[in-house]
Each structure stands twice: as structure tokens, then as C-alpha cells.
T-cell receptor
């Protein structure tokens, strides 16, 4: 079985400061891990994905995440927040083969203060 | 990346009517599509897996007679909410896998906001 825990339901940062959104996963198999972003009343956009290649994954809009197997974590970071980053972020796990459905975390709402 | 569209983006209907939502893969063929439901300020919940040319696989607790899924072609899956009631009001999102990418990434549609009066 697979599961995802997003440790913070809401994170608030000031514009220009670093962003850290935390995610821990549980998987019986080698996992594939994803971060998606959702702006209000919009669909989901893929930020980045880990599929057993490099453990430090760079995504769009300056985001990156590091896969740490020993800590079962896949935290999302960005050095400097922008107002347009305010959105809902979902950490997602699946197995590497794609034979299991995507399992979503409950989401973290990121607020960016001017 | 691959593009998935949904139609309509918003729909308002009266209680007791049926509503059809379309999900299309625009630049690839998708043998498998997925339907999710999202309540306000909550995560996505997988409702069913739509398989081209065969019956959909529903998740536990999802009524297959209420949420009819048809995947008649490699680029189109439809979700019909039958005899809709206010509690069916939600944001419905579809996704599809592109077999050509060689991994299990899913591409999501923009979602359909259903409001049942």
C-alpha cells in the first residue's frame, strides 16, 4: 500500500523568502513521486517528478525537490517565493511501473505575503 | 507535454437531471483515463479508471449506476452524473496517461465545476 502525508495544511511566507513544503511517503515498491500545483478553480499542473533517476529533481518555476529514501521524504523547495506561487500544492505517489493509481496527499495551501 | 481537455468547464443543473462531462486527450491516444472528484479545500479522490473498449473500474464507495463512464475511443472518455442531486456538486477532474512517455505520469484536464441546484 502507498500513502502520502503532507505535514502542513497551510504555509505562509513573505515574498522573496524561501519556500519549504513537506511531504513524507510510504510505499511497498520503488516509488514514483510527483508534485502538482493547483490554482483556484483550475486543473493540476505538474511541477516536477522523481522516477528513480537523480535524487535532486528540478522542476518548473524554480521549484525543486529532493528524494531522500532514508527519511522517506520528498520535500518541495524554492529559494525565493513569488506572489504567483500562491496556490494549492499536492504531493503524489505511485509505483514506478504505473500499475497502481496515483495517491494524493491532502494538499498544502501556500500563501505569499507582499 | 500532452494536453487533456474537459468540456464543459462549468455546468449548473437542476436536481434530478443528468449531466455529461467529456474528457479528451488532444495530442495522444489514451487507453486509460481516470476520473477524480475534488470537494472544496480537499484533495482529489479517484472515482474510477476508464478503460478504452471495456468497462470502467470503480473505486470502493463510488456508485457505478450513478456515475456512468464510457470510453468509446482512444481520445475520449465521458462521465455522466445521472439524476444529479445537490450533494453531487463538486469539481470533477479527469486525467490520462500518455503511453508514449514511457512512465506513469498522468496529464490532467482543467476540471469541470458542477453545481446542482
Amino acid at each position: 500500500a502507498q500513502s502520502v502525508t503532507q505535514l502542513d495544511s497551510h504555509v505562509s511566507v513573505s515574498e522573496g523568502t524561501p519556500v519549504l513544503l513537506r511531504c513524507n511517503y510510504s510505499s511497498s515498491y520503488s516509488p514514483s513521486l510527483f508534485w502538482y500545483v493547483q490554482h483556484p478553480n483550475k486543473g493540476l499542473q505538474l511541477l516536477l517528478k522523481y522516477t528513480s533517476a537523480a535524487t535532486l529533481v528540478k522542476g518548473i518555476n524554480g521549484f525543486e525537490a529532493e528524494f531522500k529514501k532514508s527519511e522517506t521524504s520528498f520535500h518541495l523547495t524554492k529559494p525565493s517565493a513569488h506572489m504567483s506561487d500562491a496556490a494549492e500544492y499536492f504531493c503524489v505517489v505511485s509505483d514506478w511501473s504505473g500499475n497502481t493509481p496515483l495517491v494524493f496527499g491532502k494538499g498544502t495551501r501556500l500563501s505569499v505575503i507582499a | 507535454g500532452a494536453v487533456v481537455s474537459q468540456h464543459p468547464s462549468r455546468v449548473i443543473c437542476k436536481s434530478g437531471t443528468s449531466v455529461k462531462i467529456e474528457c479528451r486527450s488532444l495530442d495522444f491516444q489514451a487507453t486509460t483515463m481516470f476520473w477524480y472528484r475534488q470537494f472544496p479545500k480537499q484533495s482529489l479522490m479517484l472515482m474510477a479508471t476508464s478503460n478504452e473498449g471495456s468497462k470502467a473500474t470503480y473505486e470502493q464507495g463510488v456508485e457505478k449506476d450513478k456515475f456512468l463512464i464510457n470510453h468509446a475511443s482512444l481520445t475520449l472518455s465521458t462521465l455522466t452524473v445521472t439524476s444529479a442531486h445537490p450533494e453531487d456538486s463538486s469539481f470533477y477532474i479527469c486525467s490520462a496517461k500518455d503511453p508514449g512517455t514511457g512512465n506513469n505520469e498522468q496529464f490532467f484536464g482543467p476540471g469541470t465545476r458542477l453545481t446542482v441546484l
